[in-house]
């Protein structure tokens, strides 16, 4: 089984950057499908990119596309999400989750991280 563990949130000015990462325990990480998720307050959790377990394929939400990127590296078991462009609107606690097929309904999830985006 994996476990997951989130770093890299924190505060940053609109327009900034940030890199999550999404370290992974489990000697089965390469074999699993990755995504990063997101809760903002008072509002249900979304998806925000998913990446395949060779990382041949990527998909964003239409929010996020263009700003965004998901990566991995599987020697390092961890998937990153790059964040560049920063808007207000996506201050949230940011999920890592993992599943062996896909990000339809992750069986695997990390604790969060915060990141704040001010305007």
């Known amino acids: 089984q994996v476990q997951l563990v989130e770093s890299g949130g924190g505060l940053v000015q609109a327009g900034g950057s940030l890199r999550l990462s999404c370290a992974a325990s489990?000697?089965?990480?390469?074999?699993?499908?990755m995504g990063w998720f997101r809760q903002a307050p008072g509002k249900e959790r979304e998806f925000v990119a998913a990446?395949?377990?060779?990382?041949?394929?990527?998909y964003y939400a239409d929010s996020v596309k263009g700003r965004f990127t998901i990566s991995r590296d599987n020697a390092k078991n961890t998937v990153y999400l790059q964040m560049n462009s920063l808007k207000p609107e996506d201050t949230a606690v940011y999920y890592c989750?993992?599943?062996?097929?896909?990000?339809?309904?992750?069986?695997?999830w990390g604790q969060g991280t915060l990141v704040t985006v001010s305007s």
């Open positions: 989750a993992a599943d062996p097929r896909d990000m339809g309904d992750p069986g695997v």
């Open positions: 489990g000697r089965t990480f390469s074999s699993y499908a």
């Open positions: 990446i395949s377990w060779s990382g041949g394929s990527t």
